[in-house]
């Protein structure tokens, strides 16, 4: 203090005005400046590709690996909502890329280059293509009426990018997800559908999200579309408790729950060890061996799920003495209502696969009864039936709805994998199965009736 005492006034003042001036700055980052999306296109270049994950929220960054016909300047890369209207836009850059890693089919692609960009923190949960070839899934965290579960596993098992399926021969017991996959067929007309629920809310999610019970909890329901074959033991788990705690599910897919499958990484397992030309699986689990659900060595029986099987089901479009449909057994069910349908009356559902509940007999009029002795179910009712066949015999497709027990919610099945396609929902009666789906949602969201007595 002395020092500054003896200091001549102007200089004290000159010190006083510098810390006033100091203590004064802005110490706020200046904002970044906002690149503008380029007016050029980027879809004339794209020829195919994939994104990092199968599933984002809105906000996070997403990796796409896409593959260009040419290395473009900085374009306008659109993303697509399922019925083909622009939903946003991004900057991206495009390359040409050339497969790095080998058994592609196994291992991925293994692109080079990825644009990055954000997901729009407003953007709607749902089912995206970018430039209308990419999928894409937007979930939300929110609290929903329904979580539709798209079959994205089923997707990678047929797909043939690469060279090798599940199916292929020779076929892979080990496929990517890090390769160009395809909106699933018998999904898509469904999915178009319910985009266009605007008094639902809807989240839409991929089959590993299943394996994480947050991914549902905040839903009323679930509901599985198109053909949904391919399930983790997590996965069903999660679906059970869903139900048990006391929520709904309605299916809207056949030969649903078929194979059990896990995951490493970007890859999915199926060695499918009980077929004579696959090799087995080398897991020492084997609760988690990959085999079909209704083996008794995974002794988890498909039936406890969803009340009915693939083999009990079979298929639809095969010489069979059936109606390309659903004969109405319950005309007086509430999940009917609006239709002034009759007994005997046929809903048009060509399918090509079913599922079937156990059937213990016949009425003296062809009509099947469901065998409860073997479900064990609190109650379980037959709406309509189909008459298929496998292995030369015949089988009979079941849309049913069943409760499991007095506390539990309740599973609305309709069986077939082409309830959602372009023969059901798209197809001759597709606004009668329309409006049983809807019937479906509705009674179960505000706690109606869905049962005949």
């Known amino acids: 203090m002395k020092a500054l005492q003896r200091s001549p006034p ?16 802005d110490t706020t980052e200046a904002p970044q400046p906002v690149i503008p999306i380029p007016t050029d296109p980027c879809g004339p270049s794209l020829n195919s590709g994939y994104a990092e994950k199968l599933s984002y929220l809105p906000g996070e960054k997403i990796k796409a690996f896409i593959n260009s016909n040419k290395n473009t300047a900085p374009c306008r890369l659109d993303v697509y909502d ?23 089919s196994i291992n991925g692609f293994g692109y080079s280059y990825g644009s990055e960009f954000e997901i729009p923190s407003g953007t709607k949960s749902g089912i995206y293509l970018i430039e209308k070839k990419i999928p894409l899934i937007v979930r939300t965290t929110q609290s929903v009426d329904l979580t539709i579960v798209y079959p994205s596993n089923t997707d990678n098992a047929y797909a043939l990018a690469g060279g090798k399926s599940l199916y292929s021969k020779p076929k892979s017991s080990i496929v990517s997800f890090h390769r160009p996959l395809e909106l ?9 559908w319910f985009a266009t629920l605007n008094n639902l809310s809807i989240n839409y999610i991929s089959d590993s999200d299943m394996d994480d019970y947050a991914s549902i909890q905040n839903s009323k329901i ?32 056949g030969n649903t729950m078929w194979w059990q499958v896990r995951y490493s990484t970007h890859q999915m397992i199926c060695y499918k060890s009980f077929d004579l030309n696959s090799e087995k699986d080398p897991i020492a689990d084997p609760l988690l061996n990959t085999v079909q659900w209704d083996h008794p060595s995974l002794q988890y029986s498909i039936l406890s799920s969803i009340g009915a099987d693939f083999p009990r089901g079979g298929y639809g479009l095969q010489t069979d003495k059936g109606w390309d449909g659903y004969k109405i057994v319950s005309p007086q069910s509430p999940l009917l209502e609006g239709l002034n349908l009759q007994k005997g009356d046929i809903i048009s559902l060509p399918s090509g696969e079913y599922d079937g509940a156990p059937i213990s007999s016949f009425t003296a009029d062809g009509y099947p009864e469901i065998d409860n002795s073997i479900l064990n179910f609190h109650r379980v009712e037959l709406i309509g039936f189909d008459r298929g066949a496998r292995g030369g015999k015949e089988t009979i497709g079941t849309f049913i709805v069943f409760q499991k027990s007095p506390a539990s919610g309740i599973v609305v099945n309709g069986a077939s994998y082409d309830w959602c396609s372009h023969r059901g929902m798209g197809g001759q009666d597709g606004d009668k199965i329309k409006k049983i789906t809807m019937n479906a949602i509705s009674k179960l969201l505000h706690k109606q009736k869905v049962f005949s007595n």
């Open 184 to 192: 699933q067929w018998q999904a898509l007309i469904g999915l178009k």
């Open 222 to 253: 679930v509901v599985l579309v198109g053909h949904s074959e391919y399930w983790t033991r997590e996965a069903r788990k999660n679906f059970d408790r869903f139900v048990e705690e006391g929520r709904h599910a309605v299916i809207l897919s």
């Open 10 to 25: 102007i200089l004290l003042l000159c010190v006083a005005i510098m810390l006033l001036v100091e203590s004064c700055k």
């Open 82 to 104: 399922i019925n083909g209207d622009v939903a946003f836009s991004v900057r991206a850059i495009l390359k040409t890329q050339i497969i790095a890693n080998s058994e592609p």
